[in-house]
């Protein structure tokens, strides 16, 4: 069941310019349902051969919702985007990374 809220987070480039001249980025929140899921043994293996450090996977019941993000928020931690899988549901499987905390006042509502 898709019972626990996400918000892929995407991040926008402004007109505006910062002190150094470079365009100011804006996120933007797309809030979802999802299924979470841990990471298996085998999956977890795999990727350590490969350098990465996988820690949870959330599964989207619609892939059309995904468009690109690099990372997302569950709870107050801020995951980055490891791989995505599409399903022969139309699910999308999104494995993340690299958790950082007490991001939840960002987001609101």
């Not at 999802?34 to 450090?53: C, D, L, R």
């Given at each position: 069941?898709?019972?626990?809220?996400?918000?892929l987070?995407?991040?926008?480039?402004?007109?505006e310019?910062?002190?150094?001249?470079?365009?100011?980025?804006?996120?933007?929140?797309?809030?979802?349902?999802?299924?979470?899921?841990?990471?298996?043994?085998?999956?977890?293996?795999?990727?350590?051969?490969?350098?990465?450090?996988?820690?949870?996977?959330?599964?989207i019941?619609?892939?059309?919702?995904?468009?690109?993000?690099?990372?997302?928020?569950?709870?107050?931690?801020?995951?980055?985007?490891?791989?995505?899988?599409?399903?022969?549901?139309?699910?999308?499987?999104?494995?993340?990374?690299?958790?950082?905390?007490?991001?939840?006042?960002?987001?609101?509502?």
């Open positions: 069941m898709y019972n626990e809220i996400i918000y987070v995407r991040e926008i480039r402004t007109e310019k910062d002190q150094y001249g470079d365009p100011v980025k804006v996120p933007e929140y797309t809030k979802l349902f999802a299924k979470v899921k841990s990471i298996g043994q085998k999956e977890f293996y795999q990727a350590q051969t490969a350098g990465a450090k996988p820690e949870i996977k959330f599964v019941p619609d892939c059309l919702d995904y468009s690109g993000q690099q990372q997302l928020i569950y709870g107050d931690i801020r995951y980055q985007v490891l791989r995505t899988y599409q399903t022969d549901k139309n699910e999308l499987e999104i494995t993340c990374y690299g958790g950082v905390r007490n991001v939840s006042a960002a987001v609101s509502g």
